[in-house]
């Protein structure tokens, strides 16, 4: 049998969340619950391939510092980025 299903109570596992952000957008994802955030210090440690995170969230002001490192996510954890929407 092929396909999935959606589970109602997940798998259990909680994800590590990363956002690109800088001064109060920072501050609104540390409230909101961010493992990590920052701007040019995660870029190096993404970089660098140390990436102990399963998902990116990037603000609108971070994009071209995102894009720079684009590919370097995307062949390390192509699952992590979808298909960008701004909200």
Same mark, same amino acid.
């Given at each position: 049998?092929?396909?999935?299903?959606?589970?109602?109570?997940?798998? +259990?596992?909680?994800?590590? %969340?990363?956002?690109?952000?800088e +001064?109060?957008?920072?501050?609104?994802?540390?409230?909101?619950g961010?493992?990590?955030?920052?701007?040019?210090?995660?870029?190096?440690?993404?970089?660098? +391939? &140390?990436?102990?995170?399963?998902?990116?969230?990037?603000?609108?002001?971070?994009? &071209?510092?995102?894009?720079?490192?684009?590919?370097?996510?995307?062949?390390? &954890?192509?699952?992590?980025?979808?298909?960008?929407? %701004?909200?």
């Open positions: 049998i092929r396909g999935s299903a959606a589970l109602p109570n997940g798998t +259990g596992k909680t994800l590590r %969340i990363a956002v690109f952000a +001064g109060d957008e920072a501050s609104e994802a540390k409230e909101a961010a493992d990590k955030i920052g701007m040019d210090d995660l870029a190096e440690e993404v970089k660098s +391939g &140390k990436m102990d995170f399963d998902m990116v969230i990037a603000t609108p002001s971070s994009m &071209k510092l995102v894009g720079q490192i684009g590919k370097i996510l995307c062949l390390n &954890k192509p699952d992590m980025i979808n298909n960008i929407k %701004i909200v």
